[in-house]
């Protein structure tokens, strides 16, 4: 890695493997932040001593394969990664390197003539190929080819459990591993030049070893649909996204596959309607944004005139590049903006479209709005936009692959996310934070029409949402979501409706689950918010986080969005197709 980041040293990641969490806990608590953060780029610093067996690791890779040392890719060996060489590409993905490991061991076996079909294996990022193990020692030779051509790694399983380390196939314990794993772990490593994204057999292709009996061929662990296939099973040919809630099914074209018809057919738990993402965005120093806001005063709370709340740190440009990496099934994305867009994005790309306050405010008196619960309560609004939408800010953020599974069920049940945050239990306040005044309202009108009283807010994470039932919430609380919608600044008497009340109102109509999302909220206004950003960057373990400041005084706005700044750049290094490229003239 080359980040700079003291949470992804090896040393300390040894020590939280190490040392139960507990007894961490003590250690931090006794030992003052200032030590600990120069304990931990001492311990970083130690690399060093492995820079002359990764400079001898890069010379063999470049002698062993010197055909891929051309302008656009190369080879590195990694520090801190089992001591593997990646192919250094300029793009980097998690369905590219899944795809990009299927069609190498495809082409590895049909050049070889080994019979093989797809399975729908247990996980949405590995692809799996199903071979006779009696074919065992043509794969093993199959593989050593591939590994000449350039450094593809294997490692066994056990079920789903990778078991040991990855190593070279064509080595000594890759030919071992060939020959005596039931189920084998095959995958080049990907890195982006920066080295701060590093892919690798988490989007293998797994070959699995099915082993004659009766006239079938059984599986050598569970799998989505069957657990044998007859000798004389016809083969068809699919398109992969039917076999993965990872690839994009509605949108861009992928590689088909060769499978059984067992695994061909839709499961009643594929989703399989399209689903788009809503951003709101705006950029508080805009000069011509400035004088309209100007015009109109401020909002009832001294947090709605919070300058803070409107800073733009281009969060906006890597919470697309997330979505990109993370969630390539995405049909669409609309940004909705006022008479704003940034410098960098690329409007003119077909699957992005910018949508202004006027499109969708039916009420144009209500314009200009500096009300993030008016703007939200017109999304469903939006033309064209699909029936099933993820919500975003721009302050949230993709930490990790997912599939619309997460955010859906296939039955268009939408998932929710709620907090351990509370809303407060005391009656309405005119001192109330606009976040809980709404809450306090949306408790009032779900109590009235569903007899329970909400007590949890929800994380800051994406909202999964549904058009229809944001249109009957408009008919349901028609006078509450006018008077909502026409707010220019946040009001006492707002609704909060995709963060608060769709949810719990979908719930109580059945149209919404209680859910789980590996998430994580840091605020930049705290003083552990670097720490805390280190040990995001370096564990990569968080499938959504925000990254919010509600509290800043903006005196500390730079060192804040330098900070920041690092920290997505390291995360997310590789631009999405919604940026334009440096070259445009434009």
Known sequence: MSTGNPEASVAVGAYRSLVPAQLRRRIARRVPLRLRTVVKHLLRRLRALSLASRLFRSVRARRRWPHLFRETERLAALAGHENRIALVRPTVSPLGLREANLELVVTALEEAGIDYFAIRGNSDFRSCLAVAASDRRLVAGALERVAAQSPVYLRACRGETAVGRAVLAGSRGGRQLARQASVLQVGMVWSDPSGSLVLGLEYSCDIEFWQPDAGSLTAP??????????????????????????????????????TVRAAADALPEDVRFPVDVVYTWVDGNDPAWQRRRGAYGGGYHTESANAARYISRDELRYSLRALEQNAPWVRHVYLVTDQQRPAWLNDGHPRLTVV???EIFDDQEA????????????????????????????????????????????????????SPSQVPRWDPSPV?????????????????????????????????????????IEDEYREVHRQTSRSRFRSATDISIPSSLYHYYAYF??????????????????PEVQRRLGILLARRDRQAFCINDTLSDGHDVDRQTAMLGSFLEAYYPVPSPFERRERDPR
């Open 221 to 258: 662990r569970p799998n989505r649909v069957t657990e044998d296939v007859s000798l004389h099973e016809a083969r068809v040919t699919v398109p992969v996204s039917r076999l993965t809630g990872f690839a994009a099914l509605h949108t861009r074209r992928t590689r088909s596959v060769r």
């Open 356 to 358: 202004d306050h006027s």
């Open 367 to 418: 314009l200009p709005t500096f009300n993030s619960h008016a703007i939200e309560s017109r999304l469903h609004h939006i033309e064209d936009l699909s029936e099933h939408f993820l919500y975003l800010n721009d302050d949230m953020f993709l930490g990790r692959p997912v599939t619309p599974q997460d955010f859906f069920l296939s039955n268009g049940v939408t998932r929710t996310f709620f």
């Open 432 to 472: 109330d934070r606009p976040v809980d005044a709404a809450g306090k309202n949306n408790r009032r009108l779900l109590l009235d029409n569903f007899g329970s009283v909400i007590v949890q807010k929800l994380r800051h994470a994406p909202y999964a949402l549904r058009r229809s039932v944001l249109q009957e």
């Open 509 to 526: 109509t059945g149209r919404a689950v209680p859910s789980d999302i590996r998430f994580a909220y840091l605020d930049l206004a705290r």
